[in-house]
């Protein structure tokens, strides 16, 4: 009895100093697209419902407007990126190169579609103090000012995963050895050609940095925020005390991380589905033979399939007994058969959460595997950009999904592929499997999340788990003067040796010299 009344006291403490007092929160999630920002939101809303007050700069404002949580709605964004979204399809044909050019072609065009929006300039010349700010790292270095400005501790949200961008900030190696550069689709054990090719392209990734990224990061961030600043360079080494990572070593293949790396992947999921609109509801529930769910996510639309392509999935899906729900962008789809429900948006995760959902056909982007993989549902994936190629290498590698390559797309192809999971029960055995050791995890991740944004209020920044590499230059990085002298001074002394030994044996007088002198 004693002992039960120890423990309950013990956890109540325990509680008591995890708590902390209300903060003043700033969250930045500038990108387009829709699907980041859900995972954003997702901690932002947590957050203020445990009495943070919580100011977001987003493109999204809340349509319910929530306690404790105050947009910043930026406008300019959607007309600066508007090319670009509409030409994705056409990334599809583009090589790693290129690919990492177009991406970062998109977060220029965020970033200072952000900063100079007329909501922002006002909110940077205002007078206001936070405790804290949240940003979403993918490719808008820039923000980091955003830290300086208001003289707060800041922590990085990846959408994106683990990649170049995000680890850098807090010294987390990524080995070409083993770690697949995010722009292909490798797996973690590579032959020789694909080690070669991940460390040529991340090569490129790290040239490509420094030279079209950092300058026009660094100007923005110049003509942004206010004087006096550090410079950006010198900010990215000191400004971040850790990262959350949209990822989990459940779901992706084992790599290193620094303390300041935090998985809380899948954080935005529901784990406890909310109910679906009652039409939704309904044509699922009464889908006797299941349903296939179709979406090439936030950014590519439907409605931009070429006529061909769009045809191929008609033609296939007028033949399935399945029914089959449509991320589809427009009031009409010629040619829609009886099976096929169109909706410009769809309730994702719940919907994949319902037991009648068979298949999901996707684009393979990060947020989509996961949620897939969560409710342990099999996929077909169409990868067009990013990293969609990596998450849908691991669909096939890992037995709970095929890839069809954008530019295959035809009536057979598709029919093949749907028909081979539909058939082949070892793909829903495989995303189950993968489901069971996700759900795994001794704390909820958006709790986890929570968890550690509080620990850095109540820590002050945590200077403490800083890792020390963040202060190393290259060659002391990965330890190149100790080598030079491990290495260096054994030749240097060999060479001195066989010197000394070849000058003697030069000086040496010879035997048949000193011969002739005797005989004379």
Not at 305 to 317: G, I, Q, S, Y
């Amino acid at each position: 009895m004693k002992f039960r009344w120890l423990l309950l006291i013990s956890s109540v403490l325990v509680v008591a100093i995890q708590n902390v007092q209300p903060a003043k929160i700033l969250g930045v999630f500038p990108t387009t697209a829709k699907s980041h920002y859900i995972v954003g939101s997702a901690l932002m809303k947590a957050l203020a419902k445990k009495g943070h007050e919580m100011t977001v700069i987003s493109p999204f404002p809340q349509q319910k407007p929530l306690k404790n949580y105050r947009d910043i709605t930026t406008t300019k964004t959607w007309a600066a990126v508007e090319s670009l979204v509409a030409n994705l399809l056409g990334m599809a044909k583009q090589g790693p190169i290129e690919s990492i050019k177009g991406v970062y072609d998109f977060g220029h065009r965020v970033t200072n579609s952000t900063l100079t929006d007329p909501a922002v300039l006002a909110f940077i010349n205002s007078n206001e103090k936070f405790d804290l700010i949240v940003l979403e790292i993918f490719m808008n270095d820039a923000m980091i000012g955003f830290c300086h400005l208001f003289k707060a501790p800041c922590i990085g949200i990846s959408t994106f995963g683990a990649s170049k961008w995000t680890t850098d900030l807090v010294g987390s190696p990524s080995p070409p050895s083993y770690v697949p550069n995010p722009f292909l689709g490798f797996s973690d054990r590579m032959t020789f050609k694909e080690r070669l090719i991940n460390t040529l392209t991340s090569g490129t990734d790290i040239v490509v940095e420094h030279v079209l990224d950092n300058p026009a990061q660094t100007e923005m961030y110049m003509k942004a925020f206010p004087d006096p600043k550090p410079p950006l360079a010198q900010l990215k080494k000191s400004a971040i005390s850790l990262v959350l990572l949209n990822n989990h070593f459940s779901l992706n293949y084992p790599r290193p991380y620094v303390t300041g790396m935090i998985e809380v992947g899948g954080m935005h999921i529901n784990r406890v589905p909310n109910p679906l609109p009652a039409d939704i509801q309904s044509f699922i529930d009464n889908a006797t033979d299941g349903v296939i769910y179709f979406s090439m996510g936030s950014n590519i639309k439907g409605k931009d399939l070429p006529k061909e392509k769009r045809d191929a999935f008609l033609k296939v899906f007028s033949k399935l007994k399945q029914k089959v729900l449509w991320k589809w962008e427009d009031e009409n789809l010629p040619g829609k058969p009886s099976n096929v429900l169109i909706q410009n948006w769809w309730p994702q995760d719940d919907i994949l959460a319902h037991p009648n959902v068979k298949l999901f056909i996707t684009h393979g982007g990060l947020l989509s595997t996961t949620e897939s993989l969560y409710h342990g549902v099999p996929v077909i994936g169409i990868p067009v950009f990013g990293d969609q190629y990596l998450n849908m290498a691991k669909a096939e590698r890992g037995g709970y999904g095929l890839s069809v390559a954008y530019a295959e797309i035809s009536e057979e192809r598709v029919s093949t592929a749907i028909n081979t999971i539909l058939h082949d029960p070892q793909f829903k055995v495989n995303a189950q499997a993968i489901s069971q050791r996700y759900r795994d995890q001794p704390i909820n991740p958006l709790d986890l999340a929570v968890y550690w944004t509080e620990y850095v209020l109540r820590h002050k920044g945590a200077p403490h788990i800083r890792t020390a590499s963040m202060d190393l230059n290259l060659v002391q990085y990965h330890n190149l003067d100790v080598l030079g002298l491990l290495i260096g001074v054994p030749i240097l002394v060999v060479h001195l040796l066989v010197k000394l030994i070849c000058r003697k044996k030069s000086m040496k007088p010879s035997k048949n010299l000193n011969d002739r002198k005797k005989r004379n």
